[in-house]
């Protein structure tokens, strides 16, 4: 098999690019932040720190936009040995533009954390996003794993999706 590469579009994730896409961030991901964070309210600095202690402790991408304005930043955090979790922030424009090089960054990370030893990647986004859930499985291969219900700060429900070393 041929190894997959990264678009030319697709860097290291720099605390910038959180500190930019947390203030410009896409309104149903802030709904799923404040739901899975139990925050009061969504605050972009707050966001941001935590993103950038996350992208510091795991591996973490930026694709950028035609401009050079992140489009979107994300990565994976060990949270057991060999099981890592996805986390993501970006733009409206970001998404509409970039969503080609997103993917392919993505799963070349996938891919990448899969080479060195991972068991195991997962994500999770609240139930009522239907794109994001169409995202995970057609276009990063992950496998459905079924709701959390009533498990979001306000009882929303969360869907899970995972991928195991081989599949």
Known sequence: ?????????IIPCRPAHLLYLCECMREEEREQYVALTCAEQYDPDVA????????AN?????ALCQDNTPAV?????????????SWMVG???GWAEQWRSITKGS?????????LGARRVQTV????????????ERGLGLKPEGI????GRDGQDVAAFSRVRGE
Not at 75 to 85: F, T
């Open 1 to 9: 098999m041929i190894a997959a590469r990264n678009p030319s579009n």
């Open 48 to 55: 941001a720190r935590g993103f950038i202690n996350t992208a």
């Open 58 to 62: 795991g591996f973490a991408i930026t």
């Open 73 to 85: 930043a994300g990565g994976y955090e060990e949270i057991l040995p060999g099981v890592w979790q």
């Open 91 to 93: 733009t409206e424009r």
């Open 107 to 115: 799963r070349w990370l996938a891919d990448r954390l899969f080479q």
């Open 125 to 136: 986004t609240l139930a009522t996003r239907t794109q994001a859930i169409e995202w995970f």
């Open 148 to 151: 959390w219900r009533g498990y």
